[in-house]
């Protein structure tokens, strides 16, 4: 059964009751801080605790492994707005222990496509127009080195400037304990 009627039912009561009256803020962050995160369902309430970030203190960009795959897609368009538009002064990049992410098996992910019914034909046409799986699908061996390869790629982003620091920390999804990777990292 779908948890959209149990869903909808929840959320009139939560309007009804102006319990939404809690999380008031605007759409400046607070802390002035762009956070680029993974979408772990254990990093949801933790991360913003660990940190104490409240409502409206940050921007949180959130996609599988808090990695960027590419320097023109969504996620690095969600940095360049928080930082342009929105007010952000600093960016964390926040990867995590235990990553779904972390040597992702690309073939296996596609083996996956197939199953539920997506025809090879269409993968074979987008591997052959330039979309390769292997690029799309990108993992890493470590956290470690996801974070590292987005703070570098937001770094070096032609369009991201140059005044505004990038940091890259590692959260344990058990404890919310943080490591430092880098502070401010710049490519000399």
Partial sequence: MSIVPRMLEFNKKFVEEKSYEAYLTDKFPDKKVAVLTCMDTRLIELLPKALNFKNGDA???????????QPFGSAMRSILVAVYELGAREVLVIGHHGCGMTNLDTAGMVSKFIDHG?????IETLENSGIRMDKFLRGFQSAEEGVMHSVKLIRKHPLFPKDIPVHGFILSPETGAIEVLCQDYRED
């Fill in 59 to 69: 921007k949180f960009i959130k996609n599988a492994g808090a990695i960027l795959t």
């Fill in 118 to 122: 997506i025809d090879p034909l269409a």
